[in-house]
T-cell receptor, first 113, second 113 residues
Framework: SQTIHQWPATLVQPVGSPLSLECTVE??????LYWYRQAAGRGLQLLFY??????ISSEVPQNLSASRPQDRQFILSSKKLLLSDSGFYLC????????????FGPGTRLTVL | SQQGEEDPQALSIQEGENATMNCSYK?????LQWYRQNSGRGLVHLIL?????REKHSGRLRVTLDTSKKSSSLLITASRAADTASYFC?????????????FGKGTHLIIQP
């Protein structure tokens, strides 16, 4: 069965500091991977998606970036965090189904102070 | 942009009662999905309904889809305290299926024992 790992689970960072959030998946090959952000009390906003190694598509302009160095690894980064980057970051994948059902990781709670 | 919009934003009912949540969307879709999120956790997929389906059941869940009105409803029958969570609808437009979902802001459901 598919499993998604995210770390760290929680993170408190000062404004202007760098960021690296990691997502790794197990139990599947060549998944489509996604990064979403959820602001407090809000729905999810798609940030990036990847259909393969080195292939990244961005949905919204921001100071964040993503990379996929390996098939089962998806990294979300920033060189300088903003207060508005605070939120709950979720990694997700689509599996074998052709109908885009997504499986989510446990998330990383980021607070920028 | 947010495609799905759920209402109500919050719903509080007594255990045993039925809970109904609605979702509206703006563009054509390939399918519509409902997800559940417990506080501070990742999302869990509940049910997917395709654009050519009008109703679908899964256990105590019943989902309807009206593509002419661009709306969907999620009914949870015989609610339990453990159903307390936020519920989100999500759509994917006819974009090939790989490029993520658009989520609504969610309905926060509270089941009072």
């Amino acid at each position: 069965s598919q499993t998604i790992h995210q770390w760290p689970a929680t993170l408190v960072q000062p404004v202007g500091s760098p960021l690296s959030l990691e997502c790794t998946v197990e139990g599947t090959s060549n998944p489509n991977l996604y990064w979403y952000r959820q602001a407090a009390g809000r729905g999810l906003q798609l940030l990036f998606y990847s259909v393969g190694i080195g292939q990244i598509s961005s949905e919204v302009p921001q100071n964040l970036s993503a990379s996929r160095p390996q098939d089962r690894q998806f990294i979300l980064s920033s060189k300088k965090l903003l207060l508005s980057d605070s939120g709950f970051y979720l990694c997700a994948l689509t599996g074998a189904s052709s109908y885009n059902e997504q499986f989510f990781g446990p998330g990383t709670r980021l607070t920028v102070l | 942009s947010q495609q799905g919009e759920e209402d109500p934003q919050a719903l509080s009912i007594q255990e045993g009662e039925n809970a109904t949540m609605n979702c509206s969307y703006k563009t054509s879709i390939n399918n519509l999905q409902w997800y559940r999120q417990n506080s501070g956790r990742g999302l869990v997929h509940l049910i997917l309904i395709r654009s050519n389906e009008r109703e679908k059941h899964s256990g105590r869940l019943r989902v309807t889809l009206d593509t002419s009105k661009k709306s969907s409803s999620l009914l949870i029958t015989a609610s339990r305290a453990a159903d307390t969570a936020s519920y989100f609808c999500a759509t994917d437009a006819f974009r090939g299926g790989a490029d993520g979902l658009t989520f609504g802001k969610g309905t926060h459901l509270i089941i009072q024992p």
